[in-house]
């Protein structure tokens, strides 16, 4: 079993920084095969970044350029730094992780981002 706890949401205004955390606690020792996702109300929850088991990033274009996704290998702790923070990035941003070979995803409970003047 893995645990995922976010932490790090809240009301920014337009143009502001936030950085949300996602600790991970369980059968799990590193960050790669974690990413963060997000839904917004009516829409369908999408990719924001990941860490493949390779090492690589990954972005959604609309992300690009603004949030940067980094972690902690020692304390299983992933992050999101969101820079340039738009309206439309308000949503519940979740933490997911993929055990490697696993079909099987773990969520956390969510955080909520506000990008509101």
């Known amino acids: 079993q893995v645990q995922l706890v976010e932490s790090g949401g809240g009301l920014v205004q337009p143009g502001g920084s936030l950085r949300l955390s996602c600790a991970a606690s369980g059968s799990i020792f590193s960050i790669y095969g974690m990413g963060w996702y997000r839904q917004a109300p009516g829409k369908q929850r999408e990719l924001v970044a990941s860490?493949?088991?390779?090492?690589?990033?990954t972005y959604a274009d609309s992300v690009k350029g603004r949030f940067t996704i980094s972690g902690d290998n020692a304390k299983v702790t992933m992050y999101l730094q969101m820079n340039s923070l738009k309206p439309e990035d308000t949503a519940i941003y979740y933490c997911?992780?993929?055990?490697?070979?696993?079909?099987?995803?773990?969520w956390g409970q969510g955080t909520q981002v506000t990008v509101s003047s």
């Open positions: 860490i493949s088991y390779g090492s690589s990033a």
């Open positions: 997911n992780y993929r055990p490697p070979g696993s079909v099987y995803d773990y």
